[in-house]
């Protein structure tokens, strides 16, 4: 792995490989096929970029998003490796152009979407070139039972069929068994190494709250923990995307919508200035953030319950690729899981796969209700074993959990009285007295059950029925009508106890220091504040210079490094991680007179 290991170190700038990375580079090299599970901001991409580089010919690569293919071309050729794209955003001329070097071997990586791949006219010039081998990024699209089902990787099978000596590596960050038997059946991969990296990311800290007032819960979450701040917010609707940026705009937060329904320029613009801007909120829908690069993103917040635990941890990978803390913040009711499922029963997919999205929608709401560490519980669902974690909510301000077997009794049997008929609102009233219009209408003040809970508040019995669901003795239609199943049985007998948890105490604000702050304190010499500062003023400018993202040009990682030891020569600016040959070249200089003028 010599050669290998001079790659990383003259072309990317790291002293060495992490994890499974070398064996994965060594294997794919030799011609071997791979598939690669490894965590957002793992290094997945260097596994297919290294032996691209040491095999003869380009390696094409399949990406999903133009942004993703961009932003690693950009990378690449700051590195100072021939790397191009094909897609949508380039002209006639230009593209003819790019396929013209790809055949005269001019690239050593080209990047493609997969619809483009499977024309017959990229498979010639494939043909014409010498491609030294395949990478299938964000491989859970070829599976149906991923969230992001794109039927056009489906096809991607043919580069097995019409080019059986070219390796490939397909990788993802998420996959569980159903979707990993999947990428490999459906790629012909059956005979490929599978590589699984641990999928902890231990800088993130998981909160998932009780939903009562959602904005305003966003809002305290974001002021308290990371004002003026990166990150994204998820909702499940385009309009409530435009009207949570809208209002978080009024409340003094800077913050932008994205969603499909916004045309091709808005979004790009809207894109460009969270990438390229600090302090930027990105209000979306899953429509965005696949393949986005951008290592400062300090938050991920839900305010709708996403349909899966890969969506989920997906989406909240997208925070603290740098490895500094982060959070991954989630709202949480009842209603989130009707409206899942009623989006699952009204969907034109078949039994099968309806079973299997309310499977894994269960498994979600499992995460959500769970007094135990969450972490435990997401790493259990990928099939990894772990031990409590110390940064979830759970862990740091446990729950309370009290036996619940009369109160539970008490809701099924209400259910049960109103013939499975009504959702939890109007079931409420019925346990506590309420009499209601709804409630006479019925004949619901005269059943057993009508102020057998007046004892138990409105917000408690919302919380009780939402675990009810979730522990499985209820199932609410797409409706909202709550239903019992068979387990309830069980419970109504006495046969079974039930515990419920009880939302802890709202935990103090946290004391955060910013970034710089911290890295100042870490420092008895202040010039390294002032250096830094310095070094990111002119990443900035230079950034502009070259229409890339700052990250492109170096990693805050890389900044402080050059701040903290404040190099005197290109030998010593050269051992700093994230400094390749290549921009030592380019920008040694320039580095060298920001620290001579430290003071």
Not at 5 to 21: D, H, I
Not at 56 to 79: K, N, T, Y
Not at 504 to 520: H, L
Not at 562 to 583: C, E, F, R, V, Y
Request: glycine share 8%; charged share 25%; proline share 3%.
């Amino acid at each position: 792995m010599a050669n290998a290991l001079s790659l990383l170190k003259n072309v990317f700038g790291y002293p060495a490989f992490r994890g499974a990375q070398s064996e994965i580079i060594e294997h794919v090299a030799a011609g071997g096929d791979a598939l690669v599970l490894m965590p957002t901001g793992g290094g997945k991409s260097l596994c297919f970029q290294i032996p691209a580089l040491m095999r003869e010919g380009c390696a094409v690569v399949v990406s999903p998003l133009i942004a993703l293919m961009q932003d690693q071309v950009a990378a690449l050729r700051e590195a100072g490796v021939n790397a191009a794209f094909l897609n949508s955003s380039l002209d006639a001329q230009e593209a003819l152009q790019i396929e013209r070097d790809f055949v005269g071997g001019r690239f050593d990586l080209l990047y493609v979407a997969p619809e483009r791949l499977v024309t017959a006219r990229f498979l010639d010039l494939m043909r014409r070139a010498t491609p030294a081998l395949f990478a299938i990024d964000e491989a859970h699209c070829v599976s149906q039972w991923g969230h992001d089902f794109r039927p056009e990787y489906i096809q991607l099978s043919i580069l097995h069929e019409q080019f059986p000596q070219v390796p490939r590596i397909a990788l993802t960050a998420t996959a569980d068994e159903i979707t990993r038997a999947e990428i490999l059946s459906r790629l012909q991969l059956e005979s490929a190494r599978v590589f699984i990296s641990s999928f902890d990311r231990p800088n993130i800290r998981y909160a998932i709250a009780e939903k009562n007032n959602a904005r305003d819960q966003l809002l305290a979450f974001i002021s308290n923990e990371h004002a003026g701040e990166a990150g994204i917010v998820y909702c499940l609707s385009r309009r409530k995307v435009d009207e949570t940026a809208e209002w978080l705009n009024t409340q003094g937060v800077t913050a932008l919508p994205y969603h499909a329904g916004l045309d091709q320029a808005t979004r790009a613009k809207h894109q460009s200035r969270f990438v390229n801007t600090d302090g930027v909120v990105m209000v979306a829908t899953i429509a965005f953030g696949m393949g986005i690069d951008k290592p400062d993103v300090r938050f991920v917040a839900h305010l709708d319950l996403p349909k899966s635990i890969e969506a989920y941890y997906q989406e909240t990978g997208r925070a603290g690729r740098d490895g500094s803390p982060a959070d991954a913040w989630m709202t949480y009711g009842l209603n989130d899981v009707v409206q899942q499922r009623r989006m699952i029963d009204e969907s034109e997919a078949d039994d099968s796969f309806k079973r299997v999205s309310l499977r894994k929608l269960d498994a979600l709401v499992g995460l959500a209700e769970t007094a135990g560490c969450r972490r435990v519980r997401l790493l259990a669902y990928f099939g990894e074993d772990s031990t409590t974690c110390g940064n979830c909510d759970n862990c740091i301000t446990p729950p309370r959990v009290w036996d619940g077997s009369e109160a539970a009794q008490k809701a099924l049997s209400c259910v049960y009285r109103t013939d499975q008929r009504f959702g939890a609102g109007h079931l409420i009233d019925v346990l506590r007295g309420n009499e209601t219009e709804r409630v006479s209408r019925f004949g619901h003040a005269q059943i057993k059950t009508f102020g057998s809970g007046a004892a138990i508040g409105d917000k408690q019995w919302r919380a009780i029925f939402r675990q009810l669901v979730a522990l499985g003795y209820l199932e609410a239609d797409s409706h909202g009508a709550l239903k019992l199943t068979d387990a309830a049985r069980g419970v109504l007998k006495g046969e079974v106890a039930v515990s419920f948890r009880e939302e802890a105490a709202k935990p103090r604000k946290r004391e955060r220091t910013g970034k710089r702050a911290a890295f100042i304190n870490s420092f008895e010499n202040p010039a390294a504040g002032a250096l830094l500062d310095a070094l990111r003023n002119w990443r900035a400018e230079t950034a502009r210079e070259h229409n890339v993202p700052a990250y492109v040009v170096f990693h805050d990682s890389t900044l402080e490094a050059i701040a903290a030891s404040q190099p005197q020569s290109l030998d010593a600016l050269g051992n700093i991680s994230g400094i390749g040959a290549k921009k030592l070249e380019r920008y040694g200089q320039a580095l060298l007179e920001l620290t001579a003028n430290a003071d």
